[in-house]
Structure formats: structure tokens, C-alpha cells
């Protein structure tokens, strides 16, 4: 699974920081920073309200933020 590949972030700083949030949750922020407006931008796009579109987005964080320690790079 390919994660963020069309944004700002390269390839290999979003590996690097993936890893790191393994051992470190905290440095899972630098994605939340990075990614956070565009997931939102697009979102609201989607569903026009911003109440849903930020629900939506916390959500999608959360989850991976619970889940970073399972992720595998492939």
C-alpha cells in the first residue's frame, strides 16, 4: 500500500517517518502537518460541509495513528 505518494513529502522522508512513529507517536505529527489541509481540502470537497469534513479527517487520523505500529512498507 502506497501512502501520500502525490504530495509534497518524497518517497523516502515519508518511509523515515513512518518508521520512526513506530518507537515515537509523537513523530507521527509531521505527517498530521504535512497532510492534514489536503486530506481536509479534499474531504470537504466531497461531502461540502465542513462539520463532516473535519470528522471525517480526525478520523482517518486516528486510525492511523492506532494503527502505525502494524504498517509495513511494501
Known sequence: RVLFRS???DI???KAILEQ?????AAFGLIFDEYYGKLFGYTLK???RVEI???IVSEVF??????VSKFRWQ
Open 12 to 14: 523516502s522522508q515519508e
Open 46 to 48: 466531497r461531502v461540502g
Open 21 to 25: 512513529s513506530q518507537s515515537n507517536p
Open 53 to 55: 469534513a473535519e470528522d
Open 62 to 67: 486516528f486510525k492511523a495513528v492506532k494503527s
Open 7 to 9: 504530495f509534497a513529502m
